[in-house]
């Protein structure tokens, strides 16, 4: 069976850093497209971050700089790495499986939630 | 970017009722759509992909068509555990991007 466990939200200042992770099982992290996306409250769902099998990533330009992807794949868990915080990247973030480089989500975490506020 | 526009944001309907969700693209992607429903608290579950390809384990209710730029979600007879906000999501290019979101509640 196929799940993801997201982990690593909190409460964090304006300014601070957080990892957050995604544990896969059923799959194989390194062999897929992996995402995150991000749900502001109240708000509609926003790509973040990918990493292509391949290990290419790529990020929303409101993140560039400041967020990192990656995975281990001894662990066969997805990280994002956020840094600089802002207030406006409070949400909720889901770690999600891509089918294809260009494709819908068939998997997703049950999400994580990151409230940046002093 | 790819803006996607979903109609009604919101709907009100009972249980039984024919319901129909569309989404725009503010340009041609084929048929690279996907629609999900999210219930409150939840994450997203896939419905449809390919605008119309249901998804394994989705009920039959559940439909979608279209192509280009005009795409429709419809839900046959409408089950209470239908009532939920749905997403359409684009994949003809990068940016992936979201519809708003079009919020069922019940009547």
């Known amino acids: 069976e196929v799940q993801l466990v997201e982990s690593g939200g909190g409460l964090i200042q304006p300014g601070g850093s957080l990892r957050l992770s995604c544990a896969a099982s059923g799959f194989t992290v390194s062999s897929n497209y992996m995402i995150w996306v991000r749900q502001a409250p109240g708000k509609g769902l926003e790509w973040v971050s990918i990493i292509y099998s391949g290990g290419s990533t790529y990020y929303a330009d409101s993140v560039t700089g400041r967020f990192t992807i990656s995975r281990d794949n001894s662990k066969n868990t997805l990280y994002l790495q956020m840094n600089s915080l802002r207030a406006e990247d409070t949400a909720v973030y889901y770690c999600?499986?891509?089918?294809?480089?260009?494709?819908?989500?068939?998997?997703w975490g049950q999400g994580t939630l990151v409230t940046v506020s002093s | 970017a790819i803006r996607m526009t979903q109609s009604p944001s919101s709907l009100s309907a009972s249980t039984g009722d024919r319901v129909t969700i569309t989404c725009r693209a503010s340009q041609g992607i084929s048929s690279y759509l996907a629609w999900y429903q999210q219930k409150p608290g939840k994450a997203p579950k896939l419905l449809i992909y390919?605008?119309?390809t249901l998804q394994s384990g989705v009920p039959s209710r559940f439909s979608g068509s279209g192509s280009g730029t005009d795409f429709t979600l419809t839900i046959s007879c409408l089950q209470s555990e239908d009532f939920a906000t749905y997403y359409c999501q684009q994949y003809y290019t990068y940016p992936l991007t979201f519809g708003g979101g079009t919020k069922v509640e019940i009547k």
């Open positions: 999600a499986r891509l089918v294809n480089f260009l494709g819908y989500f068939d998997y």
């Open positions: 390919t605008a119309s």
